[in-house]
């Protein structure tokens, strides 16, 4: 019924097609592991099971008051306005990070109410700019 040449076409066209699906998957698949996102405390709460080998990322806001330092560590509290969750860090804290701002904890959760960090993120709104580009921008 179709040609010979109708024939190629699609067993070309169907080819090409397997090949870019496979791509898409193998691509998909290894950037499974290594791409983490952050869950809310409110989540946590949620969670079937924790597991205490893998790496969690809590983000959201440090609550005003919670935050208490000594010789060579951090406390603080990271709510959602829902739940909250305790957060001890023993490192470099970052710059923006403060009360009431946005931040994203890497860590080992010990239970639903406990994450021991190895890593702090501090976030910024849209609207921040570095000191150095506001005064390049004011001089032009």
Known sequence: MYGKKVKLRF??????LIVLILTVYIVL???????????????????????HNKKYRVGGMV????????????????????NE???KF???????FSEEKGVVAEGFLKDR???EAS???????????????REALKDK
């Open 63 to 82: 609550k005003k008051n919670s935050i208490s330092m000594n010789s060579d560590q951090i406390s603080f509290i990271i709510t959602d306005f829902k």
């Open 113 to 115: 109410n406990f994450l």
């Open 29 to 51: 698949k290894s950037l499974e592991d290594n791409v983490v996102y952050f869950i809310s405390p409110t989540e946590i709460k949620e969670l079937g099971e924790i597991d």
């Open 85 to 87: 969750i305790n957060i």
């Open 11 to 16: 067993l070309f066209l169907s080819l090409i």
């Open 90 to 96: 023993s490192g470099v804290i970052p710059n923006l």
């Open 119 to 133: 890593k702090i993120l501090a976030k910024h709104d849209e609207n921040y700019m570095p000191p150095e580009v």
